[in-house]
Nanobody, 117 residues
Framework: QVQLVESGGGLVQPGGSLRLSCAAS????????MGWFRQAPGKEREFVAG????????YYVDSVKGRFTISRDNAENTVYLQMNSLKPEDTAVYYC??????????WGQGTQVTVSS
């Protein structure tokens, strides 16, 4: 079965950096899109970044363009989210997800990112 396990969250000061990891297992993900979502208290879950596994094509929500980078390591079957120049409004639970067709069907447990002085 598909399993996605996030790690790397924590507390960081504004302007700092974190790298989130998503260890994917259970199948070959060559036909999938992988994504990162986040949800802050009292807000809807929002898409942050995505990557097509096979081609490496990436896409981002406007609010993180130039600051966040999504990537994947084929050998380790891991998806990363490098987050730089973090802002307090980036504070949220971040989720890794996998999209086999037109909808994200598999989700990780989430990892907390807190940006605060």
């Amino acid at each position: 079965q598909v399993q996605l396990v996030e790690s790397g969250g924590g507390l960081v000061q504004p302007g700092g950096s974190l790298r989130l990891s998503c260890a994917a297992s259970g199948r070959t993900f060559s036909g999938y899109h992988m994504g990162w979502f986040r949800q802050a208290p009292g807000k809807e879950r929002e898409f942050v970044a995505g990557i097509k596994w096979s081609s490496g094509t990436t896409y981002y929500v406007d609010s993180v363009k130039g600051r966040f980078t999504i990537s994947r390591d084929n050998a380790e079957n891991t998806v990363y989210l490098q987050m730089n120049s973090l802002k307090p409004e980036d504070t949220a639970v971040y989720y890794c997800a996998a999209r086999p067709t037109s909808a994200y069907a598999y989700w990780g447990q989430g990892t907390q990112v807190t940006v605060s002085s």
